[in-house]
């Protein structure tokens, strides 16, 4: 499989986009790369890149979208903060990939089990991590609310995994809110913006659009 183009990236829709991270999903839990030779690819995207797609997701070590996405070199931008939220700077990189370089899709991509999650339901205070959780508190709140879970901590895995889903479904409303480059784009069909959640225990992501 080669790296994309300037070419194949403008034959790429929105809908194209995500179906091609639907295969690469279907081929990782199946355990089939796609053949790609990447130092080739090295060779193919050094002078300049054309990725179709923008994958925010977590730092999580067992979530890298490149492989659970099965996508190569100059395929994606994979834009990665823990709790997979959006701020200014991470608003600015994922606007910089659609606007800028042409990226038709945009994922906000959770995940089960989530340490970041799982520390917004503790309510843990630690240094830097402290503000950073308070961006998936909203998430939590929103759960807490209508949840009629008794143990809402990180003891209570589907406690914790519906504020996963609650936070990507948040982030993408924020993202529409505090972006008006993105929403405007989206309003004109120029990209798609959809949620998924990674299952750390089987491999499979479930799209939520
Ligand atoms: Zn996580």
Known sequence: MKAHTKETQATMTPQKSLQFLKEGNERFQKNLKANRNLLEQVNDTSDGQFPFAVVLSCIDSRVPAELVFDQGLGDIFSVRVAGN???????????????????KLVVVLGHTACGAVKGACDDVKL??????????????????????????????????????????????????????VLKEMEDNNEILIVGAVYDVSSGKIDFLD
Do not use: H
């Not at 608003?91 to 990939?97: P, R, V």
């Open 85 to 103: 939220f959006v701020n200014e700077d991470i608003l600015g990189s994922i606007e910089y990939g659609c606007k800028v370089a042409g990226s």
């Open 127 to 180: 240094g830097n991590i402290t503000p950073m959780l308070s961006k998936i508190k909203p998430a939590v709140k929103a759960v807490s609310e209508t949840s009629s879970e008794k143990d809402q901590s990180s003891a209570n895995s589907t406690f914790v995994n519906a504020v996963s889903y609650k936070n990507v479904a948040l982030t993408i409303e924020k993202m529409k809110v505090d972006s008006p």
